[in-house]
């Protein structure tokens, strides 16, 4: 069992920035494909970017490619999503997630342990 908790959402202008962090607890994320989601009101939950278990292989949205940048820290246990040039689209709460999985994965069916999520609110 995999415990993933968030952290790092806030209120930002467009055009700012922020991080987030995945902290996770309970089995080492070094054998799990990682992801992160995000869900906007009224709409279904969408892959912002994946990354692989086994070579680091990492999977970005269209949206966001060239603005976000994920990453893995296996010593420290945590996965984070560096978000620049926020545009007003791209608030939504946003949720880690880990896959039993070593494989890159970009469903979000695929994946067996979730965050709470944090809001991340781009004002115009």
């Known amino acids: 069992q995999v415990q993933l908790v968030e952290s790092g959402g806030g209120l930002v202008q467009a055009g700012g920035s922020l991080r987030l962090s995945c902290a996770a607890s309970?089995?080492?994320?070094?054998?799990?494909?990682l992801g992160w989601f995000r869900q906007a009101p009224g709409k279904g939950r969408e892959a912002v970017s994946c990354?692989?278990?086994?070579?680091?292989?990492?999977y970005y949205a269209n949206s966001v490619k060239g603005r976000f940048t994920a990453s893995r820290d296996n010593a420290k246990n945590t996965v984070y999503l560096q978000m620049n040039s926020l545009h007003s689209e791209d608030t939504a709460v946003y949720y880690c997630?880990?896959?039993?999985?070593?494989?890159?994965?970009?469903?979000?069916?695929?994946?067996?342990?979730w965050g709470q999520g944090t809001q991340v609110t781009v004002s115009s």
């Open positions: 997630a880990a896959a039993d999985t070593r494989a890159l994965v970009t469903g979000a069916h695929r994946y067996d342990y």
């Open positions: 309970g089995s080492t994320l070094d054998d799990y494909a």
């Open positions: 990354i692989s278990g086994s070579d680091g292989t990492t």
